[in-house]
């Protein structure tokens, strides 16, 4: 047992950290905010020569031939970078919808829970969104519709979901510790407080627990491992970016501080796929049957 | 990042597993929670049975594959806890291990892992406890001796402990933090006196112990003279990182037996109850992850000294095992007022996890601190 990312996968991690660092910054992200609906299709494409979405696909079929845990750190760092669009679903398409591997067609989905996300800004939208009726969505960067709920979720969009959040909740976590760290109050820095450190103490502790539940569910890619690190990561993603606007006072509810951002893409992913519900229960179901198991074991 | 036991780690698993279901039936019946003496006999008579079949010292290998793995299987089979044997195996025992000389482990090590001897912990004070180096217990030297007087509260198995590993103040004049140095003294040297405190739980797992004038020789100082406080950080981390890894298991079955009962009880159609039994699953199975990560963190970075990171761990931890058994007395309705159900006493003992080796709010100020970098002040 060796759970840590390799030396590679550290250098993946580091290598799409550097490239959103460079292409999508602070003010790209903002600039994002003031033209909401619209893809940066440039970006699109150097995300698919970069490999982000053919990642998963085998080598022999132009794809870059890595594993669900390579794209846990990816997809994680999209969500620390809130980086927009239909990540999830354009991956999903690669090799199965030309141009969509090399980020020259941009693919949205309905998932299972009957979300669409950029169904007018993508270039095709797999399955049946007859009927897909506009939410004014409440994250400037993810517009959405919804249809009725289509059938089972699919455990990598789950996933992958999760990773995100866990970039998203990572991202909240620092900017709260960033702020703490400069903002004074009463002559010191608001850090100092153990109130505003303790807050920043349990952020740190969910995300944690959340990397160390991703990480597994990547490397196993068992159904209830998966549904555990979605519960766990929702939590780190929502609370996180909560208590760090908590942290941030006045300023954190205004729209000019990126804490809302982060908040309101938490709450958009943790409708995706069949919601946390459809994940407490599997993890129920989960827990008679290794009861069971151990039972038949013992006769 | 690989999850999958090595060919070696393989082998070891299936050879624990067959020895485990050939050596649990043949154990003799657990004695009551409050039979002191037959606990501590039963408990060492396990860890002399692991013994004999080469597993004693699988706590201190090296290999944290192999080590999980022997907390995974022992508890998943139902094997005793370690019990009395927690501080000995857990806590002080890695530490004289990494701090200790030569003659000092060759001295306390052995009996330790043969099952024949118990240690206890004499760190808190009654005003020491979540400000531990206000510890006012003092030492002076008299020749080859420290003479020690002053007062130790919360040591669970004082009782029945042959040792206690002690934080003594050595030199009053310096900073809080040093003129500390950790001591091995025998629980039956003169002028050592314990009484038993009674816990909530109406049982007596811990005590006060009183020292007048208690001679220990100083070859059973572990580290330098004023150098404590160091010695105790290790110490520390062992306990807040790996000592309640095999706790996360058994919380896990515990689960499982839960929603059996839940079912049996025709409580299944219940979406709440069952839901908040599913994010439990959730909780405990990261937190098993989070085991397996802070363990390969420390094996790569300090060589198996676990890091802060159990701050994380025990945070996250403590608070789980309170809720596992919340639940469980919701699925026990009126039984969950009965002190004759295990889970009750359970319940009531999980009360001491967000206060016990460091309470949360030390350990969120340590998370603040050493691993956010927040500035220092309360």
Known sequence: MRFRPTDDQRALREGVRALLGRRFDREALRAAVDRPGRLDRALWRELGAAGFFALRLPEADGGVGLGLPEAALVFEEAGRALLPGPLLATHLAAGEVPGAAEGETVVAAVDGGGLVEWLAGADVVRGDAAGAVPLDSVDPLTPLHTVPARGAADPVAILLTAAEQLGTATRACELAVQHARAREQFGRPVGAFQAIKHLCAEALVRVETARAAVYAAAVTGDPADIAAARLLADEAAVRGARDCLQVHGGMGFTWEADVHLLLKRAWVRTRRAGGGTESEELLARDLLAATDRQGACLR | ?378
């Not at chain 2, 657990?30 to 049975?49: C, E, H, I, M, V």
Request: charged share 25%; glycine share 10%.
């Open chain 2, 1 to 378: 990042m690989d999850l999958s036991d090595s060919p070696e780690d393989a082998e070891f698993r299936a050879r624990l597993r067959e020895w485990l279901a050939k050596t649990l039936p043949a154990l003799p019946p657990k004695p009551s929670p409050d039979d002191w003496p037959g606990r501590r006999a039963y408990d060492l008579g396990w860890q002399r049975t692991l013994y004999d079949a080469g597993y004693a010292d699988v706590h201190w290998q090296a290999s944290p594959g192999v080590r999980l793995i022997f907390l995974e299987e022992t508890e998943r089979a139902g094997a005793p806890y370690v019990g009395a044997g927690f501080v000995g195996l857990l806590h002080a025992g890695p530490t004289i291990a990494a701090e200790g000389t030569a003659e000092q482990r060759a001295r306390w090590l052995p009996p330790v892992l043969r099952g024949e001897e118990v240690w206890c912990q004499g760190f808190s004070e009654p005003g020491a406890g979540s400000d531990l180096a206000a510890l006012r217990t003092r030492a002076w030297r008299d020749g080859d001796h420290y003479v020690v007087s002053g007062s130790k509260i919360w040591t669970s198995h004082a009782e029945v402990a042959d040792w206690c590993e002690l934080l003594v103040r050595t030199d009053p004049r310096a900073p809080k933090h040093e003129g500390i140095t950790w001591l091995a003294m025998r629980m039956d040297a003169p002028g050592v006196t314990v009484r038993p405190l009674r816990t909530l739980a109406g049982s007596t797992e811990f005590a006060e112990v009183f020292l007048d004038e208690v001679r220990v020789p100083v070859g059973n100082r572990v580290g330098a003279e004023n150098d404590g406080w160091r010695v105790t950080m290790v110490t520390l981390s062992f306990e807040r990182g790996t000592a309640f890894v095999g706790e996360v298991v058994a919380c896990r079955r515990v689960l499982g037996e839960l929603a059996a009962r839940a079912r049996r009880d025709g409580r299944w159609g219940d979406p709440a109850l069952r839901r908040r039994l599913g994010r439990l699953n959730a909780e405990f199975r990261a937190l098993w992850r989070l085991t397996q990560w802070n363990v390969s963190e420390a094996q790569a970075a300090r060589g198996g000294v676990p890091g802060v990171g159990g701050s994380v761990f025990k945070l996250r931890y403590s608070q789980a095992r309170q809720d596992l058994y919340d639940a469980a007395a919701e699925v026990l309705g009126d039984t969950a007022l009965d002190l004759g159900h295990p889970w009750v006493r359970d319940r009531l003992s999980s009360l001491s996890y967000t206060i016990a080796a460091g309470t949360s709010q030390i350990q969120r100020d340590i998370v603040a601190e050493r691993i956010l970098g927040l500035p220092k002040g309360r």
